[in-house]
């Protein structure tokens, strides 16, 4: 069984940055794709960054402006999502989520139904 903890969340003021983890168990990350969401009151869930671990290859939205950057340890098979130059309108529940349907493909997708196993979310709250 595939299990998820994200950790990490927390309060920070505008401008700062913070690094959250998600670590995961039940499978070898280095063969799937793996998605960074994240879900503010009232909001549809969004895809922040995702990371096709069987290549390299990252993708994040250009809202973004480059914020954010999804990377893994494989030897801890656990994912990051470094955020830097955090403002209020990033203040949301953050997921991480694997595909384990797809193995060894080379491209990660950002919509939420692509994914199959998800975390249980941290709460990151940016107030000055």
């Known amino acids: 069984q595939v299990h998820l903890v994200e950790s990490g969340g927390g309060l920070v003021e505008p401008g700062s940055s913070l690094r959250l983890s998600c670590a995961v168990s039940?499978?070898?990350?280095?063969?799937?794709?793996i998605g960074w969401f994240r879900q503010a009151p009232g909001k549809e869930r969004e895809g922040v960054s995702c990371?096709?671990?069987?290549?390299?290859?990252?993708y994040s939205p250009d809202s973004l402006q480059g914020r954010f950057t999804v990377s893994t340890d494989n030897a801890k098979n656990t994912v990051y999502l470094q955020m830097n130059s955090l403002k209020p309108d990033d203040t949301a529940v953050y997921y991480c989520?694997?595909?384990?349907?797809?193995?060894?493909?080379?491209?990660?997708?950002?919509?939420?139904?692509?994914?199959?196993?998800w975390g249980q979310g941290t709460q990151v709250t940016v107030s000055s």
């Open positions: 989520a694997v595909d384990s349907r797809r193995v060894g493909v080379r491209f990660c997708l950002m919509g939420p139904s692509e994914y199959d196993n």
């Open positions: 990371i096709a671990n069987n290549g390299g290859a990252t």
């Open positions: 039940g499978l070898a990350l280095d063969k799937y794709s």
